[in-house]
């Protein structure tokens, strides 16, 4: 899922950002998170992933968490921080409300666990943002068609750059992205 939403950002001429960009044991993660959040005007944020941890039988709630930074520096933060955008997405409408109900009421979109619908809901949210308004981004069965011809051609493109597509960190991931597009232009 992470890699679909990624390319449908960057085909939409956007610049994927995630803490994972940043790989600094000097640094506390939270503080990365927060500079990410300070940065970016818009956020997409996925709360799908609340599955019990194996471990010790725990939800994981990062992304809800960031989804309520990323919230809150939109309500108490400067005005640049005021204008910020968010997507919200889930597994399956309504879901978000067995564990985080205070978010009811937000628009939040539903993508069924399928990289091709999360693809086509990213895509529509930033194709109505307001720095793009005037630019027309191609429709969302062509972004999926493209993300499959960037997934075939995936494992060339690591090969020529001397990468393993199966061991992709998320800076070489973006990385390849942004070749496949300069090279398949739209």
Not at 30 to 43: A, P
């Amino acid at each position: 899922m992470l890699d679909a939403l990624v390319f449908v950002v960057h085909d939409c001429g956007f610049q994927a950002r995630c803490a994972l960009e940043i790989d600094d044991s000097g640094c506390v993660r939270i503080e990365n998170i927060v500079e990410l959040i300070r940065e970016c005007r818009y956020g997409i944020h996925d709360i799908s992933r609340t599955e019990l941890d194996r471990a010790n039988n725990l939800p994981r709630f990062n992304m809800p968490l960031e989804l309520g930074l990323f919230l809150g520096a939109t309500r108490f933060g400067s005005p640049k921080q005021q204008r910020k955008h968010s997507l919200i997405l889930d597994r399956e409408p309504y879901h978000y409300q067995k564990f985080i109900s205070d978010i009811a009421g937000q628009d939040i979109k539903s993508h069924d666990g399928d990289p091709e619908i999360a693809i086509r809901q990213v895509r529509n949210w930033l194709s109505s943002s307001p720095t793009i308004a005037d630019v027309l981004i191609p429709g969302a069965r062509r972004m999926v068609e493209r993300y499959g011809l960037f997934q075939e051609e995936l494992p060339e493109l690591c090969r020529r750059s001397q990468l393993d597509p199966d061991d992709l960190i998320f800076n070489d991931y973006t990385t390849c992205v942004a070749e496949w597009l300069k090279e398949n232009d739209w």
